[in-house]
């Protein structure tokens, strides 16, 4: 099993910058692609931005440019930088991470979340 808790949420005004933050601990070695997820208020949850194992990197549409995803695998983070923030941006942010490649980066591990939101 792998446990995950993010932090670094917050009330930021549009146009600002938050660093999301994702602690794995327990079964890491088996950790192959982890990610970050969103819930808009009202909506269901969809994966924003997801990394490899290998280091690759894949973001939606709606944040491509503005954020980036990243993870240091000696210390088991992964991390979500923020940047040009919009009220749209506003929701839960939940960390993911597998441990067996999907190619639709289906995740098996979910953190309790922290929560962004960005006023205008």
């Known amino acids: 099993q792998v446990q995950l808790v993010e932090s670094g949420g917050g009330s930021v005004r549009a146009g600002g910058s938050l660093r999301l933050s994702c602690v794995a601990s327990g079964n890491v070695a088996s950790i192959h692609d982890m990610g970050w997820s969103r819930q808009a208020p009202g909506k269901g949850r969809s994966l924003i931005a997801a990394?490899?194992?290998?280091?690759?990197?894949w973001y939606a549409d709606s944040i491509q440019g503005r954020f980036t995803i990243s993870r240091d695998n000696v210390k088991n983070t992964l991390y979500l930088q923020m940047d040009n923030l919009e009220p749209e941006d506003t929701g839960m942010y939940y960390c993911?991470?597998?441990?067996?490649?999907?190619?639709?980066?289906?995740?098996?591990?979910w953190g309790k979340g922290t929560q962004v939101t960005v006023s205008s």
């Open positions: 993911a991470a597998n441990s067996v490649h999907r190619v639709d980066y289906g995740m098996d591990y």
């Open positions: 990394i490899l194992d290998s280091g690759t990197t």
